[in-house]
């Protein structure tokens, strides 16, 4: 048994989201992005599918150049291979699952601001 918190001991990078590790399991790595208010993700693509679930706040999640306002509760899948990017519109906690194959490196190297 694992367990990890959505709500404990968040920690706001000043000039980047903080991405990290909440839990790992033999299928999935669940990722915890912390967006400080106008944070982003600039338009990347990941090899495998994802989904993304906001729970806190909003984010912006742009798909293939189009903005889609996602509030806290709202969980979006992509495949693999589709261009999206990612805005805070609020101080936001975000949890991406990620496939067991993919890296959290590669997501802490899509380019922010």
Not at 61 to 76: D, E, M, P, Q, S
């Amino acid at each position: 048994m694992k367990t990890a918190s959505l709500t404990e001991n968040l920690v706001y990078n000043e000039k980047k989201p903080n991405i990290s590790i909440l839990i790992e399991t033999e299928t999935s790595k669940e990722i915890l992005i912390i967006f400080k208010k106008g944070q982003l993700m600039k338009e990347h693509k990941t090899p495998f599918p994802i989904v993304v679930e906001v729970f806190k706040d909003a984010i912006d999640f742009g798909v293939n150049g189009n903005k889609h306002h996602l509030k806290a509760g709202t969980l979006i899948a992509l495949e693999g291979g589709v261009p999206h990017d990612l805005i805070a519109t609020e101080e936001s906690t975000v949890r991406l699952s990620l496939s067991k194959k993919d890296k959290l490196e590669r997501v802490q190297n899509v380019e922010t601001s």
